[in-house]
C-alpha cells in the first residue's frame, strides 16, 4: 500500500467535514477477493455484505481488481456500496506515472503563467494607455489595480465549485471567459470600457489561481509534492517579475493593444493545449463517476463516502466558501499575522511596477522596453528562491519521515525568517541606491535578495497555514488570497504619490519598515506555534484531525501486518519479533 494513503485522504476530504477526515482508510475496512466471484461474510456487526453477481458486463469496463474488490456496505438505497480506491488504483492521480504528473504539473503552470503575466505585462505599455485615452498615470494603472480585485474575489467563488463539480468542468470554461474578455480588451476604444474588460478578466482567470494547486495536490503524494508545489507555487509569482520585460519590449515595437492581443493568444493556445491534456483529477469526482458506472451495469447502489454521508447543496458550498474565510482571518491570530505579512511582501512587489518607471525611466531617461529589463534582478532571486525551495525540501522530507508522515507544521517556518532576513536587506539596499548617481547594476541587483525571500516567504507560508488548518485550508488561502490581492490593487495606486512626497529614497525604505515590523512573527510561531495553535479554536481541531488519522494509520499498519502474517499460515502473535514493523 501506498504509504501516502493518510495524507492523501486529508487532501480528498470537504472542508469541514470533520467525519470524512477521521475515518480509518477503506482499505484497511475491505478485504479483496481474488479467489471467488463474490462475498458472503454475515458476522454480526462488521458492515459487509456482498451478495453473489453476475460481473461479466462489469468486467468489460473494469479490471479485474476492481470487480473482485469488496466494497463496505450491501449494495442497497439505504445502505449502498461506498466506492474507494483499489490498492495501486490506475485510474487513482496519485498512481499515475510521473511522466505523466509532471506533464500535469507543467501545463497547469502555464496557464497561472498567462494569468500573472497578463497582470503586470499591461504596466509595460502604461505610457501608451496615458496618451492613447488622455488620462492621468493613477486612472491607468486601475488597469493593473482592477483586475486584481477580479484575483481576490474570483477564489471564492471557483474553488468551492471545483470541489462539487470537478476541476476540468471549472477551470476551462472560466479560462474560456477570461480568453474572451482578454481579447474584448484589445478592442476598447476608452479606459471606461478597458478597465471594465480588465476586472471581468481577472475574475474569471482567477480560477486559474487556485484550481492549479489543487490540481496538484489531486496528483501527487506526499513525499514528492513538496518539489512539486515549490515548483508550481513560483509560477504566479514569476508572472509579474516577467510582464514589465514582455510588455516594454512589445509595446515599444507594436502598440499597447498589440501587447493584450498576444496575451489574448497564447492564452487561447495554451487554453485548448490544456483541455488536450490535463484530464479530470479530483478524487472525490472521478470516484463518482466509477460508482455510477457501476450503478448502471450491476443494478445496485455505488456511491462514495463523501456523497452518501453528506448531501450539501451548491448554495450551502458558496455560503460556506465566502463566510467562513473571513470567520478565520478575524478569530485566528496565526492566519491574520501570516495573511498581513504575505500581502506586504505581495503588495511591495506591485509597488514595484510604480517605482521602476520613476528609478530607471524619469531618473535615468530608459525606454519602456529597457525600463523592463530592470526586473530581471527581482526575476533572477525568484529563480533563486524556488532553487532553494527545492533544496530544503529535502530538509521537510527527512523530518516529515521522522515524525511518521505527520511533521510538525512549524518545521515548515525556517525558510520564511530566512526569507524575511533577504527581503529587508533587498528593500533597504534598493532604498539606497536608486538614485540616478548611483550605477544603475546595483538597483537591479538589490531586487535579487527580494525575489528570493519573496517566494520563501509566501511559498512556505502557505505550507505552514496548509499544515496548521488541514480541513480549514481552503477558507484559510481564500481569506489570505483575497487579503493579498487587495493590497496588490491598492499599493501601485498610492505609489505615485508616495514616492513624490517622501522623494524615491524614503519612499522605497516604507514597505521596507512594514516588513521588519513583521519579520519576528515567524520566530515567535515557529517557537510558540504548536501552544498558540492549541489555544485557536479551528487550530486545535484540525489537531484533532491529524491526530486521528495518525492513529487510523498506525492500526491500518498493524491490521496489514495482521494479514500477512495470517496469510502465512502463522497467527498474529506468533510473528517473528525481528519482522515486526517499527
Not at 124 to 134: C, K, N, R, S, T
Not at 295 to 306: I, K, P, Q
Not at 317 to 343: D, K, N, Q
Amino acid at each position: 500500500m501506498s504509504p501516502s494513503n493518510a495524507e492523501s485522504a486529508s487532501l480528498r476530504i470537504r472542508e469541514g467535514s470533520l467525519d470524512e477526515a477521521i475515518k480509518p482508510s477503506r482499505q484497511s475496512e475491505t478485504r479483496s477477493n481474488s479467489d471467488t466471484d463474490s462475498i458472503r461474510n454475515d458476522e454480526p456487526g462488521n458492515g459487509y455484505e456482498v451478495e453473489k453477481k453476475d460481473y461479466a458486463d462489469v468486467a468489460e469496463k473494469a479490471d479485474d481488481a476492481l470487480v473482485d474488490y469488496s466494497y463496505k456496505g450491501s449494495g442497497t438505497t439505504e445502505d449502498p456500496y461506498i466506492v474507494t480506491w483499489l490498492n495501486d488504483d490506475p485510474e487513482n492521480p496519485k498512481q499515475w506515472s510521473p511522466v505523466r504528473q509532471w506533464t500535469i504539473l507543467v501545463l497547469v503552470a502555464v496557464l497561472s503563467l498567462c494569468v500573472s503575466l497578463a497582470s503586470s505585462t499591461y504596466t509595460g505599455a502604461l505610457a501608451q494607455v496615458m496618451e492613447e485615452f488622455h488620462c492621468s498615470e493613477e486612472v491607468a494603472l486601475l488597469g493593473l489595480s482592477l483586475m486584481m480585485i477580479g484575483y481576490a474575489f474570483g477564489p471564492l467563488l471557483w474553488a468551492p465549485l471545483s470541489e462539487t463539480y470537478g476541476r476540468r468542468k471549472i477551470i476551462f470554461p472560466t479560462f474560456a471567459v477570461y480568453v474572451f474578455w482578454s481579447s474584448v480588451c484589445v478592442a476598447s476604444q476608452n479606459i471606461q470600457t478597458l478597465l471594465v474588460f480588465r476586472m471581468l478578466a481577472g475574475l474569471f482567470g482567477a480560477s486559474t489561481m487556485v484550481i492549479p494547486g489543487g490540481i496538484v495536490a489531486d496528483v501527487f503524494p506526499a513525499e514528492t509534492r513538496g518539489a512539486a508545489l515549490v515548483l508550481f507555487t513560483a509560477t504566479p509569482f514569476l508572472g509579474p517579475s516577467l510582464g514589465p520585460i514582455v510588455g516594454g519590449f512589445l509595446a515599444d515595437s507594436g502598440g499597447w493593444r498589440w501587447v493584450l492581443a498576444l496575451l489574448a493568444i497564447f492564452a487561447a493556445v495554451v487554453t485548448v493545449i490544456g483541455f488536450i491534456f490535463i484530464p479530470e483529477t479530483f478524487g472525490p469526482v472521478l470516484l463518482r463517476d466509477r460508482a455510477k458506472r457501476l450503478s448502471e451495469v450491476s443494478g445496485n447502489v455505488y456511491l462514495t463516502a463523501m456523497d452518501a454521508e453528506r448531501v450539501v447543496s451548491v448554495g450551502q458550498v458558496l455560503r460556506t466558501a465566502l463566510l467562513r474565510p473571513w470567520v478565520l482571518l478575524f478569530r485566528e491570530p496565526i492566519v491574520m499575522i501570516l495573511t498581513i505579512y504575505m500581502s506586504v511582501i505581495y503588495g511591495t512587489l506591485y509597488l514595484l511596477f510604480a517605482a521602476y518607471p520613476i528609478v530607471f525611466q524619469q531618473g535615468r531617461g530608459w525606454s519602456e522596453g529597457i525600463g523592463g529589463l530592470a526586473f530581471l534582478g527581482v526575476f533572477a532571486g525568484m529563480m533563486i528562491g524556488v532553487a532553494i525551495g527545492y533544496w530544503d525540501n529535502e530538509r521537510y522530507k527527512k523530518l516529515h519521515t521522522l515524525h511518521g508522515g505527520f511533521a510538525p507544521p512549524e518545521t515548515r517556518l525556517p525558510p520564511v525568517i530566512y526569507g524575511g532576513i533577504s527581503i529587508i536587506v533587498g528593500i533597504t539596499w534598493f532604498a539606497a541606491t536608486n538614485a540616478p548617481g548611483v550605477h544603475w547594476a546595483s538597483s537591479i541587483c538589490a531586487g535579487a535578495p527580494f525575489g528570493a525571500g519573496f517566494v520563501l516567504v509566501v511559498v512556505c507560508n502557505t505550507n505552514y497555514l496548509i499544515d496548521s488548518y488541514v480541513i480549514y485550508a481552503a477558507s484559510v488561502l481564500a481569506a489570505n488570497s483575497v487579503i493579498r490581492s487587495l493590497f496588490g490593487c491598492v499599493f501601485p495606486l498610492f505609489g505615485k504619490a508616495m514616492f513624490e512626497n517622501l522623494g524615491i529614497h524614503w519612499g522605497s525604505a516604507v514597505p521596507g519598515f512594514i516588513a521588519l515590523a513583521c519579520f519576528p512573527f515567524p520566530i515567535l510561531f515557529y517557537i510558540y506555534g504548536a501552544k498558540i495553535r492549541a489555544k485557536c479554536k479551528y487550530a486545535a481541531e484540525a489537531a484533532r484531525v491529524l491526530d486521528q488519522m495518525k492513529s487510523n494509520l498506525e492500526r491500518q499498519h498493524t491490521t496489514e501486518r495482521r494479514i500477512s502474517v495470517e496469510s502465512a499460515g502463522l497467527s498474529f502473535s506468533e510473528e517473528p519479533e525481528n519482522k515486526k514493523g517499527p
